[in-house]
């Protein structure tokens, strides 16, 4: 229910963590090299990679933590246009989308409240995405599992996400697409990267999307403009500056505010058709989003880089909702009551980040050290208007969709407004003990202030905390890497008690250690991870209080398991993402916890270039997931099996067709207990032609 989510405010606007640049490639211009110089921008336009989980600069094989890569060829082969769809296809992350402008994002049964762009912490309020965030302005997208205390400062046993922005290319290049799909889908894209000099030393890349479509639920329609540009270059033989922006706007209609509810009065459970709501058509609820960012880097004569960012973020969301809560007479279809709200919520955050890295000799040995600081501040404003009426019994479910008129609204009043300040100190250290075994130890120092009001209450909280990090990886032999870490579980909580005030962070510590191995000639790494985790005082729901919101009390919790994930080519046609994970989680009273999380998933993809037809690539993909429950609702969801599909034919160099295939099965299945759903999509397709010049 908004009256807790959406005001609940972010605890965190996180701090620097890994970088996504690599600093090695080459930049060289398409144009004639007789006539003009090779131009090396340093640091930025290179290939995208990955410092792992530490700030440092280690390949994914040797990172002493679980990452996984969704690759823009994986976005494209499977139409995710959206990061909700992307995620799907990251191993061990469930999209737990109870409403239809409302996600969380989960791993190892918690949720991943630690975002970052290009590397740099941003705020998430309670780690969750309000509206389809596109995701046609990224390269790739890195998920890092499990505690990110090094990487962030704060953090939980989830993980973190790192949206790779896309960047100016070495060459003139781009494309257009258009994609026409089922549910009356119509998309148009355009990326197009340009150099700006005759040597190449800028360039500027600048992408578009419009997207419209209505849904296989009732009355539900959704359009977004996204825009996106940059520019990046070399202001000296040792420095180089990029700057962008984006924005986008998104537009709901007929959206859901909670999910369908399941519950019988006989206290059986209720099924509906795949496409039913709750909603009415005077519902909206749009979103507005701006990202700006600039960062300088200098490279020093000893190939130390320092590295400054600034980064600005804002959004609104205005909103009509409407909510319906209750139990349902199996004879009558009523028994439900409505509960409608308008809100008008308003962010901004600020953050700068000061990085140096370098490396260094001693003992014989080549290191690595990696230290920063950052400051950051958000403010949150969230305003309401009382509904003077619509508060009637509503009529039998499934209603229609203008069963019940838009409410009477009484006067713009201020909910909450909450200022957030986070100061961080960090390094760590990447210590070569002998060539096949090294030692990567690093902390966090951090100061952490939010003040404000939220619903009446005055919020005033200060915390310092200081989190250490030490992992190991010893290399068998080229292929073969054994690894271990530790790291120190610190997350300020935006959940509140019984009285409106924020429960204290949740403290804990989590484990990781496991094997990473490499196939094929290094074509395909396989990695198997076992993990553990306590974390004390973690948020769990325990009621509605007297104003009518959700309040909770905290919890002592431990989880295990394991994951097993391949990644790349099995042979020269044939690439896989296969990736399986297997977790527990219990309170300290030995009962299950988080039972809305599945215990185990498989998420998969197969792609396949026909050899006999080089034109033709291939592939299905989805997941499969054990069966979940929601005990304070009791709604209970059987294990099911997801299948996608796609085709994709060059019809020339420039040209290809692809079509994409959704569900194919058609399996009706209850997308999410984590605060009770709705049904997911059926069987739907789409089609895409994409020109690239």
Known sequence: MKMSHNFALSAVVLAMGFHAQ????NSETKIDQDTVEKVIVVGTRTEQASKGATGLTMELNETPQSISVITSELLKNYGANSLNDALKLATGVTVEEYETNRTNYTSRGFDIKSTQVDGVGMPNNWGIVTGAMESYGYDEIEVIRGANGLLTGVGNAAGTINYVRKRPTNENQGEVGITLGSFDLKRLQADYSALLTDSGSWAARVVAVIEDKE??????????????????????????????????????????????????????????????????????????????????????????????????????DPSKLFYVYGAIDKATGLGLSSYPGRYEDEFNADLLDINLIGDFSLFGKEHQLNLGMSSSSSSRSSHNYAALTGWDPAPAFPYALDAIPEPTWGERTLYADIDITLNRYFGSTKFNVSDSFFVVAGFNAIDFTREGINSGVLIDNEESELSPYIGATYSINDDINLYVSYSDIYQPQEQYDFDGYFLAPTKGVNFEAGIKTQWFNDDLLATFAVFSAEQDNLANYAGINANGNYYYTGINVQSTGFELELVGKITDNLTTTFGYTSIDIESDAGDKANEWAPRNVINYTFNYTVPQVQQLTVGFGG?????????????????????????????????????????????????????????????NGSVSLSYSF
């Open 22 to 25: 690599a600093q090695e490639a």
């Open 215 to 316: 849904s296989y639920l009732d009355g539900l329609t959704d359009g977004r403009t996204y825009l996106y540009g940059v520019v990046d270059g070399q202001l000296t033989e040792n420095s180089t500056l990029a700057a962008g922006f984006s924005y986008q706007k998104a537009n709901t209609d007929g959206n859901m505010w909670g999910g369908l509810v399941f519950n019988y009065t006989d206290g059986t459970q209720a099924e509906f058709h795949t496409g039913a709501s709750p909603t009415q058509e005077w519902t909206s609820w749009n979103t507005e989003n701006t990202s700006a960012f600039i960062e300088y880097a200098y490279t020093f004569a000893n190939d130390w880089e320092a590295k400054v960012t600034y980064n600005n973020r804002t959004s609104e």
């Open 623 to 683: 997941k499969w997931q054990s069966d979940i429950i929601n005990t304070t609702y009791n709604v209970k969801q059987d294990a099911y099996l997801l299948v996608n599909a796609f085709a994709r034919y060059d019809i020339s160099d420039k040209l290809n067709v692809q079509a994409n295939l959704n569900n194919l099965t058609d399996e009706k299945y209850i997308n999410t207990l984590y605060n009770v759903g709705y049904y997911g999509a059926p069987v």
